[in-house]
């Protein structure tokens, strides 16, 4: 899959894409990322690409000339996705990274200061995106989240130990506990379960773990989790000794 990323700040990529699964995805040539200076867009002498709201008010906002043409001069009139990072966005998901890593190639332009020109949406993006409720200084760091979770998707990315349906929210349901050596620190022991080498139980058990997680925190979740009649007896019970302050 190849992304297209349009930014004032190419270098701030770079670290993530040197790191961990996504330098290994680009090694193996399963993702390819070009960054593309919108600075190198602007035609003017100072290769300016803000200026000051018409309509007075503080803040700059990003000209349109050099994104739209930086934008077509890549895509060429190719129909890919053009994702512009903004606040004002559709709330990213999981569900959202799974579907844009069905595309071949993806666009990326990083919103900034107060602002885009307005025409650049009329004109560009096909969707608008924001990784929560809070203001971040620029869209760089949204579109490197949206990047990393967009990449877990694509096939093969993953080994098969860290493959993304097993994923807090892929399943609907948060992850459960998790341990690893020792079996006992400072008094803290792995449940036995885990220890017990018994297949069938361990999957028992962490599948009851993520349960017992998402009723604690994200109790809305499950009720577009899929579940078995079982599990939501064992929801039952979890609600049942809550009531009685047991929990
Ligand atoms: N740019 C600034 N804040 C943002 C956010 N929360 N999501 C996406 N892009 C942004």
Redesign the pocket.
């Known amino acids: 899959m190849r992304f297209e990323i349009f930014t004032l700040f190419p270098a701030m990529f770079e670290s993530v894409l040197r790191e961990s699964i996504l330098k290994r995805a680009r090694e193996r040539g399963l993702l390819t990322v070009n960054l593309h200076n919108i600075r190198a867009y602007a035609t003017d002498k100072h290769q300016t690409t803000d200026e000051p709201p018409y309509g007075g008010g503080g803040g700059m906002v990003l000209k349109v000339e050099p994104i739209v043409r930086a934008v077509e001069s890549v895509l060429a009139g190719d129909s890919a996705p053009v994702i512009l990072?903004?606040?004002q966005?559709e709330r990213?998901t999981q569900r959202m990274a799974a579907e844009f890593a069905t595309y071949p190639r993806l666009a990326i332009i990083?919103?900034?200061y107060e602002g885009v020109d307005e025409r650049v949406r009329q004109l560009v993006v096909t969707h608008e995106?924001?990784?929560?409720?809070?203001?971040?200084?620029?869209?760089e760091?949204?579109?490197m989240v949206m990047l990393d979770a967009i990449a877990r998707h694509i096939p093969n990315v993953l080994g098969n130990a860290e493959s993304a349906p097993n994923d807090s929210f892929s399943s609907g349901l948060l992850e459960g506990a998790h341990y690893t050596r020792p079996p006992e620190f400072r008094g803290l022991c792995v449940p036995e379960v885990l220890l017990s080498g018994d297949h069938a139980a361990v999957a028992r058990w962490r599948r009851r773990s993520a349960l017992q997680r998402t009723w604690q925190r994200r109790p809305e979740l499950l009720l577009n989790a899929s579940l078995s009649e079982s599990e939501r007896y064992f929801l039952g019970e979890l609600a049942d000794a809550w009531s009685r302050g047991e929990s």
């Open positions: 990072t903004t606040p966005g990213f990083c919103g900034r995106v924001s990784i929560g409720d809070y203001v971040l200084s620029g869209g760091l949204a579109a």
